[in-house]
């Protein structure tokens, strides 16, 4: 094979995957066709059924790079330590989430909607990374001294739905919350209402 040949492959099949991913952030799962994934990457019908047999494919290959981006993130989480005067890590974290939901705006969106048909192994992957998110969020909230009338996987449920719902909700169109504000003052909540900070 051309060795010319292969970089431009990659950069089609890159194309449609970043085509793919500002499609679905714009109009969703449900509303995007493959016409439209082959408009918006400037290619042709058989360049897509080259990469991606539908567009199922292509959101498959999305959800798995946004799962390994996340669990970088869930290891992260892993490793912080609820500390009552520590609201700058909390922050950090929730940076790094921010560029998460950013950089994988359409799958999030598909999340959100259910509307995706995934393929079983793609479910499987999800199911880890989400599992172990909760997981680390329960060690995390579990860490706060003091007694709690809440299971701390409900506590680390419900600072996962606030997190997410947060994020995506600045992310969404309609907000008019600006989202370099979001983290410090999540990040502020967080510490008041998890870790008993001031």
């Known amino acids: 094979m051309d060795a010319a040949a292969v970089p431009e492959s990659r950069s089609r099949r890159d194309r449609l995957l970043t085509a793919g991913n500002t499609v679905f952030s714009e109009v969703g799962y449900v509303g995007t066709t493959v016409d439209d994934l082959i408009e918006r990457a400037s290619t042709s019908r058989a360049s897509f059924y080259r990469y991606f047999r539908n567009k199922d494919d292509l959101f498959a ?69 989400f599992d172990r998110l909760v997981d680390g969020l329960t060690r995390f909230v579990g860490d706060v001294p003091g007694e709690s009338a809440v299971a701390p996987e409900a506590r680390a449920g419900l600072l996962y739905l606030l997190i997410e719902g947060s994020y995506a909700a600045v992310t969404s169109r309609w907000s008019r919350v600006d989202p370099d504000t979001l983290a410090p003052t999540l990040a502020r909540m967080i510490h008041r209402t998890y870790l008993g900070g001031d």
């Open 61 to 129: 290959e999305l959800a798995r790079a946004c799962f390994r981006d996340m669990k970088a993130i869930v290891e992260e989480l892993g490793r912080a330590r609820a500390d009552a005067d520590d609201v700058a890590e909390i922050e950090e974290v929730l940076d790094r989430y921010r560029d998460l939901h950013t950089r994988h705006a359409g799958v999030f969106r598909a999340w959100w909607e259910r509307a995706a048909r995934l393929d079983p192994r793609v479910v499987a992957d999800e199911s880890r990374v």
